[in-house]
């Protein structure tokens, strides 16, 4: 089974910053098959990234990823206060998903 | 655009059998993708429980393989989960996904399992 540590565990930024939000896996991941997902309180998660890099329908362009191998990363720029939220980044792999255990994003 | 909407007990008593479905709209269960559950604890993070393709393959949680199964229903254009030997520990809010070309882009709104006498 595949490992995921996100870091920070929270993060407390102001709006107009930049969020920059690692996960890092305890064995390389497909790149095709590492995802990010916002989930808000009492909501389900919803998908922002796919693909490492890829935006979901409707993500606007402050939200970005990157990565490779063990390595990855999630970006927004421009923080608004509606980004509060937990974001948690998944992988599959060998008929298996694992996510991360979430980094919580606060506005300030 | 896809719906997806869990239904079922939302307390069962503890040694009891879990029972879930998820009711697919807007889209057919019988399309290339994998129909997956998912569930989160309170205050705690999502845990993959188990898939199902169309053709009725399946793949569970190692850690949850021996209590967990899934099943499909065509015909209603649903899936179900079901669940044994619950404890406490299997409290949680239970979602259902689809996992189309590498992600989880449809979630059901999720519902709340309580185990509890």
């Known amino acids: 089974e595949i490992v995921l540590t996100q870091s920070p565990g929270t993060l407390s930024l102001s709006p107009g910053e930049r969020a920059t939000l690692s996960c890092r896996a305890s064995?390389?991941?497909?790149?095709?098959?590492l995802g990010w997902y916002q989930q808000k309180p009492g909501q389900a998660p919803r998908l922002l990234i796919f693909a490492t890099s890829s935006r979901a329908t409707g993500i606007p362009d402050r939200f970005s990823g990157s990565g490779s191998g063990t390595d990855f990363t999630l970006t927004i720029s421009r923080l608004e206060p509606e980004d509060s939220a937990v974001y948690y980044c998944q992988q599959y792999g060998s008929s298996m998903y694992t996510f991360g255990q979430g980094t919580k994003l606060e506005i300030k | 655009q896809v719906q997806l909407q869990e239904s079922g007990p939302g307390l069962v008593k503890p040694s009891g059998t879990l029972s879930l479905t998820c009711a697919v709209s807007?889209?057919?269960?019988?399309?290339?993708?994998?129909w997956s559950w998912v569930r989160q604890p309170p205050g705690k993070g999502l845990e993959w429980i188990g898939e199902?393709?169309?053709?009725?393959?399946?793949n569970y949680n190692p850690s949850l393989k021996s209590r967990v199964t899934i099943s499909v229903d065509k015909s209603k254009n649903q899936f179900s989960l079901r669940l044994s030997s619950v404890t406490a520990a299997d409290t949680a809010v239970y979602y259902c996904?689809?996992?189309?070309?590498?992600?989880?882009?449809?979630w059901g709104q999720g519902t709340l399992v309580t185990v509890s006498s």
């Open positions: 064995q390389s991941v497909t790149s095709a098959y």
């Open positions: 807007g889209g057919s269960i019988s399309s290339s993708d994998w």
């Open positions: 996904a689809r996992f189309h070309t590498g992600r989880f882009d449809y």
């Open positions: 199902i393709y169309p053709s009725g393959s399946v």
